[in-house]
């Protein structure tokens, strides 16, 4: 069975390596959207195996201070170890502005990322990145856009995980996620209406990974979500396993002694949050349900339900966490 798999798996990457070729001749030149994450550690790969070195350039969007603290070192590893070029795109303000409007990974993609791409390196280039059937582009988006290519469009999370087992691609991860890891304003749960909200969302997330980091507690979850109304800044805690008390105790005192922090609340089991979404969004119950789903629960340790309700502010374009119940 185990072997039967494993030719299954050769010949899908076989036909995804050809299909990068296919692809690439008629552009100038190759750029993979890097994040360090599986999933663009895994396009790299491939498009390395399909073009050769000398024709692939690796290029990451640097969020400046909404990068994970050590997702920076992680990108450097990997571009060492694959002895490709690299390179770092500012894209800090833009995806500031993206969210001071509300929550919107996808938006984010398209404007901090691919836009950005686009206008730095022209039309005439192969923009390749690492959506898949794991996130909403690879469900709702294509494959092939103009310039820009997902070769791994047709694959799961999983199985991108498990390609990069069979071929013992060194992803190392960050601590926050064992399957989604991210920017870290993707835990900002309101919007990025002032400094003290971007403050509150990255500090309390690096306080948490590198307290853990250095007490060698091995997570599966790990994440502070700020949520609450724009005067203030409620922490909710992901931590799976619950660590020990003492463990415990000194992180909820790390966390609130952050003067962007109002409270601190340990997900220990399941809660209600409430959402005042935008108009549009909240008639929408597709959007409704993939926020709930694919963006939410996944980076909770407890299961959570959603009391949706419209808001009356003009500028939210997606949504806002306002409180919780437990």
């Known amino acids: 069975m185990i072997k039967a798999v494993d030719v299954n798996f ?31 550690t895994v396009a790299l790969f491939l498009s390395l195996c399909a073009l050769g070195r000398e024709k692939v350039q690796a290029c990451t969007i640097d969020w400046g201070e909404y990068f994970p603290y050590r997702a920076r070192e992680n990108i450097d590893f990997l571009v060492s170890y694959f002895q490709v ?28 990322k691919l836009d950005n791409l686009q206008k730095s390196y022209g039309e005439k280039t192969l923009i390749i990145g690492g959506a898949n059937q794991s996130d909403s582009w690879g469900i709702r988006g294509l494959k092939l856009v103009r310039n820009t290519y997902s070769p791994l469009f047709d694959f799961s999370k999983q199985e991108i995980l498990q390609l990069c087992q069979m071929l013992n691609i060194p992803v190392r991860r960050i601590g926050e996620n064992n399957i989604r890891e991210g920017c870290v304003l993707k835990h900002l749960y309101k919007p990025l209406a002032a400094k003290i ?35 203030r800044n409620q922490a909710l805690i992901n931590l799976r396993p619950m660590p020990s008390p003492w463990l415990k105790s000194l992180l ?57 309700m419209p808001s009356t502010n003009r500028r939210l374009r997606t949504f806002q966490v306002v409180d919780f119940q437990i």
């Open 85 to 112: 070029s690299h390179r770092y795109l500012p894209g800090k303000t833009i995806i500031e502005e993206v969210v001071s409007r509300g929550p919107a990974c996808n938006l984010c993609t398209k404007k901090a």
């Open 197 to 231: 909200h971007g403050q509150a969302v990255v500090k309390a997330n690096q306080i948490l990974l590198q307290t853990i980091h250095q007490d060698g507690f091995k997570s599966e979850i790990a994440n502070v979500k700020i949520v609450g109304t724009l005067q």
């Open 252 to 308: 909820s005192q790390r966390i609130s002694n952050l003067e962007e922090i109002d409270t601190v609340t340990w997900v220990e089991q399941s809660m209600t949050l409430i959402i005042r979404a935008n108009p549009g969004l909240y008639r929408n119950y597709d959007s409704r349900y993939w926020i709930e789903k694919g963006k939410i629960q996944p980076d909770f340790v407890q299961p959570v339900s959603i009391q949706w």
């Open 10 to 40: 050769e010949k899908r990457i076989q036909n995804v390596i050809e299909e990068i070729q296919a692809v690439a001749e008629d552009y100038e030149r190759v750029v993979v959207a890097f994040s360090g994450g599986v999933d663009s």
